[in-house]
């Protein structure tokens, strides 16, 4: 639970200093792209989804180098269930591509 609280915490701060408008899952996606794959905010926005209607993917980053499509699905959950729930989203993705 405390885990959750401090990421609930840094999705908050995020979302009134960047006046973004999204859920917590998607808020997280755009801070993990920003973190991990080292992209600017604007690219970071560009590439999560802020909607139903993202097909599974809920953001994706392209390595040119490597010629690799990174696709990311979040959940932003405690509940197992849940979260394993989200692996169906990303067979989603799968099948629409």
Avoid: C
Avoid at 51 to 58: E, L, R, Y
Avoid at 73 to 79: A, L
């Amino acid at each position: 639970m405390e885990q959750k609280s401090k990421f609930g915490a840094a999705i908050k701060n995020f979302r009134i200093k960047q006046g973004v408008e999204a859920s917590d899952q998607n808020l997280m996606a755009t801070i993990h792209l920003m973190n991990d794959r080292r992209i600017d905010i604007n690219a970071a926005l560009d590439q999560s989804s802020r909607g139903p209607s993202d097909k599974g993917i809920d953001a994706w980053d392209y390595d040119a180098k490597t010629h690799e499509l990174y696709i990311y699905q979040s959940k932003f959950s405690e509940s197992k269930y849940l979260v394993l729930d989200g692996l169906n989203d990303l067979l989603k993705a799968n099948r629409w591509f």
